[in-house]
């Protein structure tokens, strides 16, 4: 099969024809129809990820037809179209047990623990547990948007933050994640307010449905600012992007009670920030994560995207080819795209 690899951290990412994958006795081999860029590819490729062995393939946000299936799968045959979760669960240990795939202890990645859908194939594990069957209505592109960043705000907005209609939600820096939570948040009835540096995220921002915009750039006192639109700070807030400063910010502009939310990965120097601990003590802040989804909580988020509630279509900003994914993903750091990239051909 053709596959886009990297054979050193921050090195070239070239096409090859590689072996095509065979599937585990629990897993499939997935025909790849459509693929997401994501800042996740990047940080695996600038070597932030302890996981990946080299060479590697990236790619982890995927919708595709199942080519083979290993003796032990059940639910799913060769033909059906599907998409996973950027984490799949092993369905056996306590995490999964409890129903919480997303933090299994045996967790897979594909594009991290193994190579991932940058390729015309994809082996994906334990299929039974983290397969999702697309329905007629949700194309391959758009599904591709879904298993990493859009469900990990599904599951901050609507698990994690138990977001209410009439309520404020902070969101903190505008990528495929922020976006993703405002449209979310938007369709549940919150108020949303978006926080970004760059005026023309901004502008897609209230596109999504943000009420209203601040720009942190020209040193903006964001924390006085969100505490003013929502008349004494928000009710639920989020990291979207991941750094001190936005995390920081997310929790100290949380009116009492208020929950912050954390969906961008904190990397490198940002992996242990400052954090106002006296505002959470004196204000019973809560600080949760948030860490992909599972797939058997896809059937309420493909509802609402069916019904008209969410259009994640909105956040593809175009279509790429494979050879053209190999020159963008290193750019992927520089922050140049106002929406998610999608490879549709191999
Ligand atoms: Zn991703
Ligand atoms: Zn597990």
Redesign the pocket.
Known sequence: MRAAVFETFQGPITIQTVADPTPREHGVVVKVTATGLCRSDWHGWMGHDPDIRLPHVPGHELAGVIEAVGKGVRKFKIGDRVTVPFVC?????????SGN?Q?????SQPGFTHWGSFAEYVALD?AD?NLVLLPEEINDVTAATLGCRFITSFRAIVEQGKVAKGQFVAVHGCGGVGLSAIMIATALGAQVIAIDINKDTLAIAREMGAIALVNASNNADVISEVKAITKGGAHVSIDALGSQNTCYNSIANLRKRGKHIQVGLMTGDHQHPNTPMDLVVANELEILGSHGMQAHKYPEMLKMIRDGQLHPEKLIEKTISLEEATKALPRMGNFEHKGIMVITSF
Do not use: I, K, W
Request: charged share 10%.
């Open positions: 669960g092993c369905g056996s240990c306590p995490q999964c047990s795939h933090v299994c202890d045996r967790q334990y547990t």
